[in-house]
């Protein structure tokens, strides 16, 4: 990625300290769990280790850690029976989710060969974690539970906690990066006009503002010649250009200076959103950057940083999301309906992610308008492929607060149109009449972001995570 996140996740093990001098032999087995645990955290996050925990000493020290780290989740493992004093001041002051870790060491007892130590040590599950749970809710605590076990390797676990440490993330991208406003919104459009403010304060995304003066010279800049090269040989690679062009065409090159230029953009302002609208004269420098800006700015969705069109901050955000929960993240809207075949058409014009593009290299291609903007040039295509996809979409309600609305459909074969703007015949679990009608209901604002693949359940731990709720359109 053009701008590097790692998240910060809070861990720490919990038992009950009045068995530790009864049965000393827990201590070892309990240290080897916890760190066998930790062992199973992908390494897409950090750790932040609040030790094995047994007083309520050792879980404020415990606590004293994840706030100095700022950390955006916290994972605490059940060893055996702990009472509540081990948990709450570890995360007394702390305003993100506890994702409790259920996990039994043996998948059955060994009924006539088990005693107390090994009763407690390898089979005791399920006792603690409601007492644990009903504390949380008690301090006012997002949560969750993970139940499983060890013994044979458990890839539901496995695959809830990836998705937890996904899902931290998204959180850690919004609190540590940018999102960059480029002009202003597209006029008129009122859903997708925002609070900077009220976005920082809800959200923890800081808005930084530029002038489209600031970008007119953010190639002159830029003469490294292999470098230019290499980027209009990767600008090559990316897209399929109708008529045919190399990597030597001087308009390539062109391009490549100003995606080099907005990438190293990127990485000075720590952008990991850009939402930009142009409504000048389109003339001279202005028209030759407003002319590449929709496959200079696909470049930099490739690369991690999220670029929406018309001014949209809110669909730079639901793209970003699902960019870093999923791989890929496409800037769409509501197009059309097939009533013959009960289905929505769904895409959008402008920048979008080549990684979304499985059933079909991403074309580009020159228009001499851009419909409903000023000026003319490239144009990209993306091609979803068929299969599952998921729509998220960022909105707010009356009161500033944000809310997601999604929804998972099937993307079907069949005629697309072919006039440069990605689009896909999307199938949902009720009739296209009746999704259109949930869907709008829920206010989403004009855009949404899409991703191949069911990833509700992953955006539903963002949005624990950023105490934010969830509108479920269909599944």
């Not at 590097?4 to 809070?10: D, P, S, V, Y």
């Amino acid at each position: 990625m053009l701008v590097n996140t790692k998240a910060k996740i809070g861990v720490f093990s919990i038992a009950l300290g009045a068995y530790l001098p009864q049965f000393p032999q827990l201590v070892p087995n309990f240290e080897a769990q916890y760190e066998d645990f930790k062992k199973t955290i992908p390494d897409i996050v950090d750790i932040v280790d609040g030790g094995m925990v047994t007083t309520k000493e050792q879980a404020m020290a415990a606590g004293d850690k994840f706030r100095a780290a700022d950390v955006d989740l916290v994972f605490l493992q059940l060893l055996t029976y702990a009472t509540s004093y081990n948990v709450l001041p570890a995360i007394r002051d702390l305003d993100v989710p506890v994702v409790c870790i259920n996990v039994q060491k043996k998948l059955a007892p060994d009924y006539a060969n088990t005693d107390i130590p090994i009763w407690l040590g390898d089979l005791y599950a399920c006792g603690a974690v409601g007492e644990a749970v009903a504390d949380l809710e008690r301090a006012g605590k997002r949560h969750a539970v993970i139940t499983g076990v060890v013994e044979g390797g458990d890839p539901e676990v496995a695959a809830q906690i990836e998705d937890w440490c996904k899902a931290a993330q998204v959180r850690r991208r919004f609190r540590q990066t940018n999102i960059a406003q480029i002009g202003r919104p597209y006029p008129g459009m009122m859903d997708l006009y925002i609070d900077e403010t009220n976005l920082y304060n809800r959200m923890g995304l800081y808005t930084k503002q530029f002038d489209w003066e600031d970008m007119w010279a953010i190639a002159d800049d830029i003469t490294d010649t292999e470098a230019i090269k290499a980027k209009a040989q990767d600008i090559i690679d990316t897209f399929e250009v109708e008529g045919g062009a190399t990597a030597d065409d001087e308009d390539i090159l062109d391009m490549a200076k100003h995606v080099l230029a907005f990438e190293q953009w990127a990485k000075d302002e720590d952008l990991s959103m850009i939402a930009s609208h142009y409504a000048g004269k389109a003339q001279g420098v202005a028209g030759k950057l407003d002319s590449m800006l929709i496959p200079a700015f696909s470049m930099l969705i490739k690369q991690g940083t999220a670029c929406a069109v018309e001014g949209d901050m809110k669909v730079a955000m639901a793209m970003s999301i699902l960019k870093t929960i999923s791989g890929m993240g496409q800037l769409s809207e509501m197009y059309s309906i097939d009533f013959n075949e009960d289905i929505c058409i769904i895409g959008h014009s402008g920048s979008g992610d080549a990684d979304i593009s499985l059933a079909h290299k991403p074309t580009m291609k020159i228009v001499k308008v851009f419909h409903g903007k000023v000026g003319g040039g490239y144009l990209t295509q993306f091609y979803p492929p068929v299969g599952p996809v998921t729509y998220l979409a960022i909105t707010q309600d009356k009161d500033g607060n944000f809310k997601f609305v999604v929804a998972e459909g099937e993307n079907q074969p069949g005629p697309i149109f072919t006039f440069g703007d990605t689009n896909m015949r999307t199938k949902f679990s009720i009739p296209c009449r009746e999704f259109v009608n949930r869907w709008s209901e829920a206010g989403p604002t004009h855009h949404m972001a899409a991703a191949a693949g069911r990833h509700i359940d992953t955006i539903l731990k963002v949005a624990k995570i950023l105490n934010v709720p969830v509108d479920v359109i269909t599944r």
